[in-house]
């Protein structure tokens, strides 16, 4: 289990391809990719991603920990960046291997489920006319219920 | 304690963080002490609803006790992912 919380960017292709490369007895990996999308057609200029060090670090641990126990998987990858990225970067990543697809694809679904409402990042778009923080959804909440 | 702030109540209070020596027995009674102090406290805590807190790097609720507890931090809703 590899869990990364950094400014600096990842390549996607690489760290997918060494995880993948780790898990040959596996057969499913699945990864997902968090992008910053421009909203505010056209004006948006960077997300500024803030996090807490220290609980940002234990709180993907324990997701992961949990997630690891409960889809019996091979290996998780969390890669999640803070400070100030442009429209078309990467924010983040995860990666599941299993021995079958389900349980990679339920995997990285709860895992991509509670980073987004329980791990301590705060993400601010910053456009030319202003900046303000991005409010979390009900659905985001709502979505942890199925788990 | 330590206190900390993030996002949009780090901003409002105006900074991220500070020691504030208090006899808070729970999160309640340190908002309402920090409320008490000046008008930018009273604004970032005025609807408890929009906030969470941590105590110690976990996430707690406003009831809890603050006994042996070392770092409290606030913060609205997280945004990950």
Redesign the interface.
Known sequence: MRIAVQTDPFDLGEEANAFAAGVTAAGAVVTFT?VVRDLAQGGLRAMEI?H?P??TE??ITSIAERAAERWSLSDVLVI?RHGQLRPGET??MVATAAPHRKHAFEAAEYL?DY??????????EIAADGSE????KVED?DALDRW | MDVLYFAWVRERIGLPRERVETGAATVADLVSELSAREDRYAAAFADLSALRVALDQELSDFDAPLAGVREVAFFPPMTGG
Do not use: D, Q, T
């Not at chain 1, 980073?115 to 301590?120: D, E, F, N, T, W």
């Not at chain 1, 923080?133 to 979390?136: D, L």
């Open positions: 968090g803030e807490y220290g609980m234990k709180a999640h924010i983040m991509m980073l987004k409402s329980r791990a301590p990042f705060w993400k601010k923080w991005v409010a979390a909440e």
